[in-house]
T-cell receptor, first 114, second 113 residues
Framework: AQSVAQPEDQVNVAEGNPLTVKCTYS??????LFWYVQYPNRGLQFLLK??????LVKGSYGFEAEFNKSQTSFHLKKPSALVSDSALYFC????????????FGTGTKLQVIP | DAGVTQSPTHLIKTRGQQVTLRCSPK?????VSWYQQALGQGPQFIFQ???????QRGNFPDRFSGHQFPNYSSELNVNALLLGDSALYLC????????????FGPGTRLTVL
């Protein structure tokens, strides 16, 4: 069975500082990996995905993530945090190829402090 | 493009009742997936529909059923509601090819009393 672990329930970072939200995954075969963000009382918004190719993936709003196969990780990063980045972040994984179900982590609340 | 739309926004039901939630996918998308998101949790995959057929299902009982129409819109039906069914129900649409990227609707908040 596939799974995603987001070890931190909450991450606090000062505005302007770099941020990292951690994610590790478990899936048989090659993974598809995703990051989504959820604002209060809203659906999920896509940030970025890794399908194949370059291990460093750049996404929306200045976010990026690095796929590390040996560590089975896909950490989300941003060089300089904004207060408006404060939200709930979800990492997700599916098996590669064809139609596969997507498994989400439990989410990490990011709080950017002014 | 209106994106993914869901109705209703909120719903209150009592135990034992039945509920139907509706989803219209993003224009051009042929695949619809449904998720249940309990408070403080990540979305849990319920099932996925493509060409009017269920092609993937998560660990949910048969009380949860769905349908996809020829215009790709979809319904989620839940019978014999339990208190534990209270959650935000999210619909996501995508293309089969290329795989993976899903666009989510705002969700339907179901409260079971």
């Amino acid at each position: 069975a596939q799974s995603v672990a987001q070890p931190e329930d909450q991450v606090n970072v000062a505005e302007g500082n770099p941020l990292t939200v951690k994610c590790t995954y478990s899936v048989s075969g090659n993974p598809y990996l995703f990051w989504y963000v959820q604002y209060p009382n809203r659906g999920l918004q896509f940030l970025l995905k890794y399908i194949t190719g370059d291990n460093l993936v750049k996404g929306s709003y200045g976010f990026e993530a690095e796929f590390n196969k040996s560590q089975t990780s896909f950490h989300l990063k941003k060089p300089s945090a904004l207060v408006s980045d404060s939200a709930l972040y979800f990492c997700a994984v599916s098996k590669s190829g064809g139609y596969q179900k997507v498994t989400f982590g439990t989410g990490t609340k990011l709080q950017v402090i002014p | 493009d209106a994106g993914v739309t869901q109705s209703p926004t909120h719903l209150i039901k009592t135990r034992g009742q039945q509920v139907t939630l509706r989803c219209s996918p993003k224009s051009g998308h042929d695949t619809v997936s449904w998720y249940q998101q309990a408070l403080g949790q990540g979305p849990q995959f319920i099932f996925q529909y493509y060409e009017e057929e269920e092609r993937q299902r998560g660990n949910f009982p048969d009380r949860f059923s769905g349908h996809q129409f020829p215009n790709y819109s979809s319904e989620l039906n839940v019978n014999a509601l339990l208190l534990g069914d209270s959650a935000l129900y999210l619909c996501a649409s995508s293309l089969t090819v290329p795989p993976g990227l899903q666009f989510f609707g705002p969700g339907t908040r179901l409260t079971v009393l």
